[in-house]
């Protein structure tokens, strides 16, 4: 699907749904800018917007149509037998949190940047693609529809605001988690403790890599970023950064929570050995007597006695009550 939006250099919307053949004339015009949003294209939309109507070059077309786990940008510029125009592309990843999954989602969204064009490439619905559609329609984007710079900075901090409802998701879930360790620490709450773990982990690793791409944006290294735009880019990257922070911490309340329900797991297994190796110290004296009065030679003075059976288990019962008594003196249970 390609939707398409032209502004002028005031932040109006010109036209929207463009006809493919009007596009080289849009972009021929200095006082527009053309947005082009790719969702899901077939082959046929890509080949007729990313080379026919643009010319990029093949390398960032293979990269943005591949599925790729690693955030980058790289610059392009004509040499003299190209066709396009200098440009930068950009790879970058939306993530959502599902606590019914228990797993982040990624959806990558590409970048074609230039200096009167903007060309987004996604297979997947994306909300910060749509928020921004939504506010340039209503005519309540202002100042930021009069470059390409400004919409692709606000799809990248939308982008970044999109991954905070992800994040309080996880945090009521290692909030239930540390409530579960404590409560009950069994083998589901072990799993459970791994699985996000180990998707914390997957977090820090989608930020990280994209926090460097920003940081390039910030650090105003690209001629197409204008250097008025430079602080709403580093605006973006401070923003991630303490994304990343937050994640940070999150790793190191699960390494806590995993450690209380090791010593709760521990905790039980010694209550457990308690509570046995008092049930054979108790009933110690009760075997000892039994055994020895169960042997029945015939030499034993006891056998002819008229009242050694009670005799014999009163002092069993006896003997397991002080030895009862002892243990609940010193507290032992």
Same mark, same amino acid.
Request: charged share 20%; glycine share 4%.
């Given at each position: 699907?390609?939707?398409?939006?032209?502004?002028?250099?005031?932040?109006?919307?010109?036209?929207?749904? %463009?006809?493919?053949?009007?596009?080289?004339?849009?972009?021929?015009?200095?006082?527009?800018?053309?947005?082009?949003?790719?969702?899901?294209?077939?082959?046929?939309?890509?080949?007729?917007?990313?080379?026919? #109507?643009?010319?990029?070059?093949?390398?960032?077309?293979?990269?943005?149509?591949?599925?790729?786990?690693?955030?980058?940008?790289?610059? !392009?510029?004509?040499?003299?037998?190209? *066709?396009?125009?200098? !440009?930068?592309?950009? #790879?970058?990843?939306?993530?959502?949190?599902?606590?019914?999954?228990?797993?982040?989602?990624?959806?990558?969204?590409?970048?074609?940047?230039?200096?009167?064009?903007?060309?987004? !490439?996604?297979?997947?619905?994306?909300?910060?693609?749509?928020?921004?559609?939504?506010?340039?329609?209503?005519?309540?984007?202002? +100042? %930021?529809?009069?470059?390409?710079?400004?919409?692709? *900075? &606000?799809?990248?901090?939308?982008?970044?605001?999109?991954?905070?409802?992800?994040?309080?998701?996880?945090?009521?879930?290692?909030?239930?988690?540390? +409530?579960?360790?404590?409560?009950?620490?069994?083998?589901?709450?072990?799993?459970?403790?791994?699985?996000?773990?180990?998707?914390?982990?997957?977090?820090?690793?989608?930020?990280?890599?994209?926090?460097?791409?920003? &940081?390039?944006?910030?650090?105003?290294?690209?001629?197409?970023?204008?250097?008025?735009?430079?602080?709403?880019?580093?605006?973006?990257?401070?923003?991630?950064?303490?994304?990343?922070?937050?994640?940070?911490?999150?790793?190191? &309340?699960?390494?806590?929570?995993?450690?209380?329900?090791?010593?709760? &797991?521990?905790?039980?297994?010694?209550?457990? #050995?308690?509570?046995?190796?008092?049930?054979?110290?108790?009933?110690?004296?009760?075997?000892?007597?039994?055994?020895?009065?169960?042997?029945?030679?015939?030499?034993?003075?006891?056998?002819?006695?008229? *009242?050694?059976?009670?005799?014999?288990?009163?002092?069993? #019962?006896?003997?397991?009550?002080?030895?009862?008594?002892?243990?609940?003196?010193?507290?032992?249970?």
């Amino acid at each position: 699907m390609i939707r398409s939006l032209a502004f002028t250099t005031k932040g109006s919307l010109h036209s929207r749904n %463009i006809d493919v053949f009007l596009m080289p004339t849009l972009l021929a015009d200095t006082n527009l800018f053309l947005w082009i949003d790719l969702e899901a294209p077939t082959k046929e939309e890509i080949y007729t917007i990313l080379e026919s #109507v643009f010319h990029f070059h093949p390398l960032s077309i293979e990269d943005c149509v591949a599925v790729s786990q690693s955030p980058k940008v790289e610059e !392009y510029t004509p040499k003299e037998d190209d *066709h396009f125009a200098p !440009y930068l592309f950009m #790879v970058i990843h939306a993530v959502d949190y599902s606590r019914q999954d228990g797993c982040f989602a990624t959806s990558e969204l590409d970048f074609f940047l230039g200096n009167n064009f903007l060309v987004t !490439y996604h297979e997947k619905a994306l909300r910060s693609v749509t928020q921004t559609e939504e506010r340039a329609l209503k005519g309540t984007m202002g +100042q %930021i529809a009069r470059a390409p710079d400004r919409v692709a *900075h &606000s799809l990248l901090d939308a982008l970044v605001d999109n991954y905070k409802p992800a994040m309080d998701e996880l945090s009521m879930e290692i909030g239930e988690l540390e +409530q579960m360790a404590l409560q009950h620490p069994n083998q589901h709450t072990l799993n459970k403790i791994l699985q996000i773990k180990k998707e914390v982990l997957h977090l820090r690793q989608i930020i990280g890599p994209q926090r460097e791409v920003l &940081s390039r944006f910030a650090r105003g290294e690209f001629n197409l970023i204008r250097p008025k735009m430079v602080p709403y880019f580093r605006d973006v990257y401070d923003a991630l950064f303490h994304i990343g922070e937050i994640a940070q911490g999150y790793t190191d &309340s699960l390494t806590g929570i995993l450690q209380v329900y090791l010593n709760m &797991s521990s905790n039980q297994t010694g209550e457990v #050995v308690k509570l046995l190796t008092l049930i054979t110290v108790i009933t110690t004296p009760l075997m000892m007597i039994g055994t020895w009065y169960g042997m029945n030679f015939k030499d034993m003075p006891e056998l002819e006695h008229p *009242h050694a059976y009670p005799a014999a288990a009163v002092l069993m #019962v006896a003997s397991t009550l002080a030895t009862y008594l002892y243990f609940k003196k010193k507290k032992w249970f």
